[in-house]
């Protein structure tokens, strides 16, 4: 499935460009409340990048605002670090289908549902695949 050498680095390009948006002050859409916690959040991270909650807590606030740009790199590193994390493959799977991104959205859906284990990510997957047509 990922094996192709181009979706590397095609996958590679996308992470530096998000990361790149996620300097991008957000819209004036989100409630200060959320906004505030969300710079709150991506301090915390930043001052212990090992802290997997802390990690989480960023990406749950970057979602609160709608910076789906902004919550895939700390959700990629996660899995850099346990590719078993098959809730995170579907949150990616979400994160890139918001963003209109099918082909990557899909691979993570198939992903994901390749190791669930009798929880419902399978049938949420397959919600969205039959969306994009996968």
């Known amino acids: 499935m990922f094996l192709n050498g181009s979706f ?4 590679a390009l996308l992470l530096f460009c998000v990361s790149c948006l996620c300097l991008i002050p957000l819209s004036s859409d989100a409630s200060d409340g959320k906004e505030k916690l969300f710079e709150e959040s991506f301090e915390r991270m930043l001052a212990d990048p090992s802290d997997v909650d802390l990690t989480l807590a960023y990406a ?4 609160d605002v709608g910076n789906y740009e902004a919550a895939i790199p700390p959700l990629e590193r996660m899995l850099f670090f346990n590719p078993e994390l098959y809730e995170i493959k579907f949150q990616l799977g979400v ?10 959205a899909r691979e993570y859906f198939v992903d994901a549902k390749s190791g669930d284990s009798g929880s419902d990510i399978a049938s ?7 969306k994009i047509g996968g």
Request: avoid cysteine.
């Open 8 to 11: 590397f680095k095609r996958r």
């Open 60 to 63: 749950n606030a970057a979602i």
């Open 95 to 104: 994160m890139y289908y918001n963003l209109k991104s099918y082909d990557v």
């Open 124 to 130: 949420r997957a397959d919600e969205y695949l039959k």
